[in-house]
């Protein structure tokens, strides 16, 4: 999936952590979410499309180090950011 320019301006603007931030660890993330949901979707009714899914695990894992570095060096960032993207339970 391509994210529209549309769609990928909302997630900035809902993200963004100063008016000309368009690349933080926050919005890249957020921007990750978005593939990954929409992935995981694709796979439901394509379960053989295996590109795809070495594709999936690979975002998820680079997600994952992404949140483990925020949640290093800054954790009210990364506690705000799982509750409004609702990561975890």
Excluded: C, W
């Excluded at 933080?24 to 053989?48: D, F």
């Excluded at 590109?51 to 483990?68: E, F, P």
């Amino acid at each position: 999936m391509v994210l529209t320019t549309e769609e990928k301006a909302k997630i900035i603007n809902d993200f963004k952590t100063n008016e000309k931030d368009s690349g933080s660890l926050e919005v890249q993330i957020a921007i990750m979410t978005t593939r990954i949901n929409y992935l995981t979707e694709h796979l439901k009714s394509q379960p053989k499309d295996n590109t795809t899914r070495m594709g999936l695990i690979k975002l998820v894992n680079k997600r994952k180090r992404l949140l483990a570095y925020l949640r290093k060096h800054n954790i009210e960032s990364y506690k705000k950011l799982i509750e409004k993207l609702g990561l975890r339970k």
